[in-house]
């Protein structure tokens, strides 16, 4: 998680301050964000309008893009570690972080039921592309204030990954972010979005809204 961090400073990611080691513990000394997480924002507003729910998915992936730069696999993308600073969200807890190499295959079991990827659930080997996966599940629920897969067992939750997303004809979002989605909870990782492709999308939306 140390070296995480000290790899990946940016205002989207939680900056650590100072690291104190004792005989028996080793302590960080983190950010101060008063404001909370985004879980906690979402249990007070339910959900977000698309506008707002899209500006903050933006600064999600703008540090998703500092951690991916650096080689660097969160693991554990949900709203209850993307801290909040005023109007700045920002990636936060890397205890199940791991540093990556292109093209390298992961097999640890590591995450949130809710928002892991389904290679992840199903025991196979995966890449970073499990990130892009659970950041669609952050946008979905900021959107539409529950989870994009909710059921009580995992292989419910494979099962129901694998049928594909469904969605409402929500008037409120629009089809391009809908398209998104889609593309970002994809189950089988060779067809899901890359990041990079997170990132076109969105600098159109942004194009967009200004014309």
Same mark, same amino acid.
């Given at each position: 998680? +140390? ?9 989207? %990611? *939680?900056?650590?301050?100072? %690291? ?33 729910? %899209?500006?903050?998915?933006? @600064? +999600? ?10 080689? *660097? ?29 292109? $093209? ?18 199903? $025991? ?9 996966y659970s950041a669609g599940t ?18 419910? +939750? *494979? ?31 060779? *067809? ?13 939306? %942004?194009? @967009?809204?200004?014309?």
């Amino acid at each position: 998680e +140390i070296s995480c961090l000290r790899k990946c400073s940016h205002e989207n %990611v *939680v900056k650590l301050i100072d %690291v104190m080691k004792t005989k028996s513990n080793l302590y960080l000394f983190m950010e101060y964000c008063p404001e909370g997480n985004l879980q906690e924002l979402l249990e007070k507003t339910g959900k977000l309008k698309e506008e707002e729910a %899209v500006a903050y998915f933006g @600064q +999600i992936i703008k540090g998703l893009q500092v951690l991916s730069a650096a080689g *660097v696999v969160h693991r554990d993308l949900k709203p209850a570690n993307i801290l909040i600073k005023g109007k700045t969200l920002k990636i936060a807890d890397f205890g199940l972080a791991k540093k990556y190499f292109n $093209g390298q295959m992961l097999n640890s079991y590591k995450g949130t039921p809710l928002h892991m990827a389904p290679e992840i659930l199903l $025991g196979r080997h995966y890449t970073d592309k499990v990130d892009v996966y659970s950041a669609g599940t952050i946008l979905y629920q900021m959107l539409f204030g529950t989870y994009p897969f909710l059921a009580c067992t995992e292989e419910e +939750i *494979v099962k129901q990954i694998k049928n594909g997303l469904r969605m409402k004809s929500h008037t409120h979002i629009s089809k391009g972010v809908k398209k998104l989605l889609t593309k970002m909870l994809e189950a089988d990782p060779e *067809v899901r979005i890359t990041l990079g492709g997170v990132i076109d999308f969105l600098s159109e939306y %942004v194009e @967009q809204k200004r014309e």
